[in-house]
């Protein structure tokens, strides 16, 4: 059974930095072989993707609100993947998931989330 661990959000002031990290477990193939990303969810809106990275060397993508800010990036080694997260906002609060989908995965798997909250 696939397992996904988020850590690594918290309370930060706007304008600082935080560095998301999720580990994988129960994969069946090798890390590249599976499309991975963030999401995230503030209060009372919808889930919306933040990056990804896809499968087996394919392009990363961001959301236009973290573009130029946040930072893919993974440790196939270790099946993790993390997000740096500069110049943060008030508007970057939410609950952020890390997921991954596609390779031998019938559904996506995600995990339980991180909070993070940036201060005004």
Known sequence: QVQVVESGGGLVEAGGSLRLSCT???LTLTFDAYT??????APGQE??????SR???GSIAYAASGKGRFTISKDSTKNALYLQMNSL???DTAVYFCAAGGGDLDARSR????QVTVGS
């Open 24 to 26: 994988a477990s129960g």
């Open 36 to 41: 991975v990303g963030w999401s995230r969810q």
């Open 47 to 52: 889930r919306e993707g933040v990056s990804c």
């Open 55 to 57: 499968r087996s060397g």
């Open 89 to 91: 906002k008030p508007e």
């Open 111 to 114: 995990g339980q989330g991180t």
